[in-house]
């Protein structure tokens, strides 16, 4: 998935949980503070928490051949510049992306306008503003603004509501909530969380405002009067703001016990969710190194040699360490243990008097067995093996967009017609360039086959392939 995807709908979830907490569990309770925190824990969640990256280990054991016989190696393959339906399809996306981003930035722009045109215009160091441009007092950051009609009861009732707006700094939460709803434009969650941010700030201001004054009912009142047939601004914090009801009800309303705040801990588990959905696995291979041997070859041998002047030598694929113990008449016997493993090619040399004769049966080899050493090694019949990998492999798009790169080794078998079996990767990066690796060696034509002694056999051949990005 594109990053900024993956950031956005990571995002979103975290909003959703914190939001769906609230709504159910918290939003009927007058502890508002406790709410405000609890909801500026959600926004900052859901801004940080999709940077942080989880991981799964998982951890395996690779078995690797010692020593690997490395044959052939190709130049890196380069990405090419590919582009899917789906890339199209991404940058599309984004591309809308941006120009719906743009377009609510120029509109938050244009409601600051007039914000920002009175604070100009204001004169004084005192942070109240007589305004005729506005209907509806309101506050914007440290700033008040007040329409001049206000009766002398009804300033000193604003006042001190607003006054606590300023003073605890509720314009934070309102420009951080904003910043979110521009970020997730698309997404509903985000607007409806906004206005439960603003609507809990209003809830502060009203309770701490109807506790300490004594014009109780005139409070009452003036909240009716500016509830409705007033323009609001929505990057501002509104005396008139709506639910007027729900604002005296609040107001009004028996102080919540602290035990239900405990229900805000029912967003760990929503959290554990997210935190677990989106883990990514991260492998550990173990690596266990395995001596190469011969299923076809024992570990002991018995040859039968005539009497002859000569010195023989046995072209038979057994190994060095192989030695004569004794000797009784014509009879040479040979016992040794395979150290060297399956890529070393063995020499015997029996010393005696008559030409060697050897049991078909022991020095034949099978039809069926695989040399990684031989004398004549298998060809690629149209010309450079390098080249036709190189021409034939396309980088998969998946990998160029994770900028997954790095060197596969692959094994396979060259049968005795030359055709290609049992192709397997034998060192791993990712599994789209071990299968693009799979896929085209699956796809080339006949060798022309190894030959040991004369006669042609299957060989294995190993074959590194680097998949390497444009910087």
Same mark, same amino acid.
């Given at each position: 998935?594109?990053?900024?995807?993956?950031?956005?709908? &990571?995002?979103?979830?975290?909003?959703?949980?914190?939001?769906?907490?609230?709504?159910?569990?918290?939003?009927?309770?007058?502890?508002?503070?406790?709410?405000?925190?609890?909801?500026?824990?959600?926004?900052?969640?859901?801004?940080?928490?999709?940077?942080?990256?989880?991981?799964?280990?998982?951890?395996?054991?690779?078995?690797?051949?010692?020593?690997?016989?490395?044959?052939?190696?190709?130049?890196?393959?380069?990405?090419?510049?590919?582009?899917?339906?789906?890339?199209?399809?991404?940058?599309?996306?984004?591309?809308?992306?941006?120009?719906?981003?743009?377009?609510?930035?120029?509109?938050?722009?244009?409601?600051?306008?007039?914000?920002?045109?009175?604070?100009?215009?204001?004169?004084?160091?005192?942070?109240?503003?007589?305004?005729?441009?506005?209907?509806?007092?309101?506050?914007?950051?440290?700033?008040?603004?007040?329409?001049?009609?206000?009766?002398?009861?009804?300033?000193?009732?604003?006042?001190?509501?607003?006054?606590?707006?300023?003073?605890?700094?509720?314009?934070?939460?309102?420009?951080?909530?904003?910043?979110?709803?521009?970020?997730?434009?698309?997404?509903?969650?985000?607007?409806?969380?906004?206005?439960?941010?603003?609507?809990?700030?209003?809830?502060?201001? /009203?309770?701490?405002?109807?506790?300490?004054?004594?014009?109780?009912?005139?409070?009452?009142?003036?909240?009716?009067?500016?509830?409705?047939?007033?323009?609001?601004?929505?990057?501002?914090?509104?005396?008139?703001?709506?639910?007027?009801?729900?604002?005296?009800?609040?107001?009004?309303?028996?102080?919540?016990?602290?035990?239900?705040?405990?229900?805000?801990?029912?967003?760990?588990?929503?959290?554990?969710?997210?935190?677990?959905?989106?883990?990514?696995?991260?492998?550990?291979?173990?690596?266990?190194?395995?001596?190469?041997?011969?299923?076809?070859?024992?570990?002991?041998?018995?040859?039968?040699?005539?009497?002859?002047?000569?010195?023989?030598?046995?072209?038979?694929?057994?190994? /060095?360490?192989?030695?004569?113990?004794?000797?009784?008449?014509?009879?040479?016997?040979?016992?040794?243990?395979?150290?060297?493993?399956?890529?070393?090619? /063995?020499?015997?040399?029996?010393?005696?008097?008559?030409?060697?004769?050897?049991?078909?049966?022991?020095?034949?080899?099978?039809?069926? +067995?695989?040399?990684?050493?031989? +004398?004549?090694?298998? &060809?690629?019949?149209?010309?450079?093996?390098?080249?036709?990998?190189?021409?034939?492999?396309?980088?998969?798009?998946?990998?160029?967009?994770?900028?997954?790169?790095?060197?596969?080794?692959?094994?396979?078998?060259?049968?005795?017609?030359?055709?290609?079996?049992?192709?397997?990767?034998?060192?791993?990066?990712?599994?789209?360039?071990?299968?693009?690796?799979?896929?085209?060696?699956?796809?080339?034509?006949?060798?022309?086959?190894?030959?040991?002694?004369?006669?042609?056999?299957?060989?294995?051949?190993?074959?590194?392939?680097?998949? &390497?990005?444009?910087?």
């Amino acid at each position: 998935m594109n990053p900024l995807f993956d950031y956005l709908l &990571k995002s979103v979830l975290w909003l959703c949980s914190f939001y769906v907490v609230y709504h159910f569990l918290l939003r009927k309770e007058t502890f508002c503070k406790f709410n405000r925190f609890f909801l500026l824990t959600g926004i900052f969640a859901s801004l940080i928490m999709p940077l942080i990256v989880v991981y799964h280990t998982i951890y395996t054991t690779v078995s690797v051949e010692d020593p690997l016989p490395v044959i052939a190696t190709i130049p890196a393959i380069q990405a090419e510049p590919t582009m899917s339906f789906r890339e199209v399809i991404q940058n599309t996306a984004i591309l809308l992306y941006g120009v719906c981003l743009a377009y609510f930035i120029i509109r938050t722009a244009i409601n600051l306008t007039p914000i920002l045109k009175e604070i100009r215009k204001h004169q004084g160091n005192d942070a109240l503003i007589h305004s005729r441009t506005f209907s509806s007092p309101f506050s914007f950051g440290k700033y008040i603004f007040i329409p001049e009609s206000l009766s002398e009861q009804e300033r000193e009732l604003i006042l001190a509501h607003e006054y606590t707006h300023t003073n605890e700094l509720h314009y934070l939460d309102l420009w951080v909530t904003k910043a979110v709803c521009i970020l997730q434009f698309f997404n509903p969650i985000a607007w409806l969380y906004a206005k439960a941010v603003q609507e809990n700030c209003e809830f502060i201001a /009203d309770h701490q405002t109807f506790r300490n004054t004594t014009l109780k009912d005139e409070y009452l009142q003036l909240l009716i009067k500016y509830s409705v047939g007033h323009h609001l601004n929505p990057i501002a914090l509104h005396f008139s703001f709506p639910l007027i009801f729900k604002r005296i009800k609040i107001m009004k309303q028996k102080q919540s016990s602290k035990l239900a705040s405990l229900k805000s801990l029912m967003v760990v588990p929503l959290a554990g969710l997210i935190m677990v959905g989106f883990a990514q696995t991260k492998i550990v291979e173990t690596k266990t190194v395995v001596k190469q041997q011969k299923a076809s070859q024992p570990a002991a041998s018995k040859t039968k040699v005539k009497p002859s002047t000569t010195q023989s030598e046995s072209p038979s694929q057994q190994t /060095d360490s192989q030695k004569a113990t004794n000797q009784k008449g014509n009879e040479t016997q040979q016992a040794g243990q395979d150290k060297k493993g399956a890529n070393s090619v /063995d020499e015997v040399v029996v010393v005696g008097y008559g030409a060697p004769e050897t049991n078909d049966q022991q020095t034949s080899k099978r039809s069926d +067995e695989v040399f990684t050493v031989v +004398e004549e090694l298998p &060809k690629f019949a149209d010309g450079p093996v390098q080249a036709f990998l190189a021409k034939n492999i396309r980088y998969p798009v998946e990998a160029q967009k994770n900028n997954i790169q790095g060197r596969v080794i692959c094994q396979f078998i060259v049968e005795t017609d030359g055709s290609i079996s049992s192709v397997q990767v034998i060192r791993s990066i990712d599994p789209l360039l071990d299968a693009e690796a799979c896929r085209v060696l699956y796809t080339m034509p006949k060798w022309i086959p190894g030959k040991q002694r004369g006669q042609i056999v299957r060989v294995k051949y190993t074959l590194p392939i680097t998949f &390497k990005l444009n910087k």
